[in-house]
């Protein structure tokens, strides 16, 4: 059971213009959720994150959205450059009974800007 | 501060096999999680280790086991090694648990 979907395995954009990465959630205890970016042969860099308390996060040319009533977060990158070429991960953390918090993340999503 | 370190980087053992990977967490960072990444997919949580105490399990069998140490450093240790072991495994550490986790570089781990 998919808890955090990804459900665009890739993305092709032009360098310059809006890339647009979606992530969709089941869990409603989900209250902090994380973008990474990942490289081929390294581990995952941290982007991002958002609270639930809020509905946008901003960082340069990343900006995070999200939708709780659609359990629905997305990650814009404007402009879109080749060095953003890499696959982008979403997770999302709860805290459980005992009060910890582990992350469930999604498949990822293969960005690809063309120059 | 140095980052997140795993070693080795790469490794092929034998099915059947034992295999122990490390991981030097993040300076001041309490807080350890593993994954395992198999080709074409997100990772899965193997286990979290926050003060030396495992506080958190996925779906792995206990031959897939870890270590904390007093300085925060860890291990993931996988007995009876499984040709489906075969995956990218990743270290992540954070400051408190749910906090962005900073990845290392994984280890490659080959069973054939």
């Known amino acids: 059971d998919q808890q955090v979907k990804q459900n665009s395995p890739s993305l092709s954009v032009q360098e310059g213009r809006i890339s647009i990465l979606n992530c969709d959630y089941t869990?409603?205890?989900?209250?902090?959720f994380l973008w990474y970016k990942k490289y081929p042969a390294e581990g995952p860099t941290f982007l991002i994150s958002?609270?639930?308390i809020k509905d946008k996060n901003e960082d340069g040319r990343f900006t995070v959205f999200l939708n709780k009533s659609a359990k629905h977060l997305s990650l814009h990158i404007v402009p879109s450059q080749p060095g953003d070429s890499a696959v982008y991960f979403c997770?999302?953390?709860?805290?459980?009974?005992?009060?910890?918090?582990?992350?469930?993340w999604g498949l990822g999503t293969s960005l690809a800007v063309n120059p | 501060e140095t980052g997140v370190t795993q070693s080795p980087t790469h490794l092929i053992k034998t099915r059947g096999q034992q295999v122990t990977l490390r991981c030097s967490s993040q300076?001041?960072?309490?807080?350890v999680s593993w994954y395992q990444q198999a080709l074409g997919q997100g990772p899965q949580f193997i286990f979290q280790?926050?003060?030396?105490?495992?506080?958190g399990r996925g779906n792995f069998p206990p031959r897939f086991s870890g270590l904390q140490f007093p300085n925060y450093s860890s291990e993931l240790n996988v007995n009876a090694l499984e040709l489906d072991d075969s995956a990218l495994y990743l270290c992540?550490?954070?400051?408190?648990?749910?906090?962005?986790?900073?990845f290392g570089q994984g280890t490659r781990l080959t069973v054939v």
């Open positions: 992540a550490s954070s400051l408190e648990q749910g906090d962005e986790a900073f």
């Open positions: 300076s001041g960072h309490n807080t």
């Open positions: 280790y926050y003060r030396e105490e495992e506080n």
């Open positions: 869990n409603s205890m989900f209250d902090y």
């Open positions: 958002i609270s639930s």
């Open positions: 997770a999302a953390s709860a805290r459980n009974a005992g009060n910890n918090r582990k992350l469930i």
